[in-house]
């Protein structure tokens, strides 16, 4: 015990280094871990989209245009905060957050959380997992139906 003591003593840098390692590896792993339980890989996502989950594409109109997951809706991640209000009556349902690669959609995944809703989920890996698990793909906006003439 006498040389621990003695080693910090005299490297006190060291020690302190040593120390903040240990802190930022703890805080990172506990973050990790809340956060993961509310990470869902592809095939996860599709069993909740076949449980009625909503899937909320972050990413703007031009990503969203260019592939996006069947029945998503696009609301960027800009938005999100003004669209609240009318995103109310999803409370009770699940709620799948998607961007490009799974980190803007952690951020809405938080902001849900705060406002309320319980069942939101985020993609891991965005819509770059989805296209390499071989996910089905959209292209092009949703339009409606064209009038024959």
């Known amino acids: 015990m006498e040389r621990i003591l003695e080693f910090t003593g005299n490297h006190p840098l060291l020690v302190s280094a040593l120390m903040i ?3 930022v590896l703890v805080f990172s792993e506990l973050r990790r871990k809340a956060t993961a339980v509310s990470a869902v ?3 996860m996502a599709v069993r909740l989209i076949n449980d009625d989950a909503t899937i909320i594409d972050l ?5 969203f ?3 996006h997951i069947v029945n998503a809706r696009n609301i ?3 938005e999100l905060e003004a669209r609240m209000e009318k995103l109310g009556r999803l409370k009770g349902k699940p709620i799948v957050t998607v961007c490009d690669a799974g980190i803007t959609s952690g951020r ?3 902001a849900l959380k705060t406002a309320g809703f ?3 989920y985020n993609l891991k890996g965005g819509m770059n997992a989805w296209a390499q698990a071989g996910m089905p793909i959209v292209s092009g906006k949703k339009t409606k139906g064209k009038k024959k003439a």
């Not at 990413?59 to 990503?63: K, N, T, V």
């Open 21 to 23: 390692s240990f802190f």
């Open 41 to 43: 890989d592809p095939a």
């Open 59 to 63: 990413r703007s109109s031009e990503a």
């Open 65 to 67: 245009g260019r592939g």
């Open 76 to 78: 960027p991640m800009d």
């Open 108 to 110: 809405a995944l938080a």
């Open 118 to 120: 319980d069942a939101v």
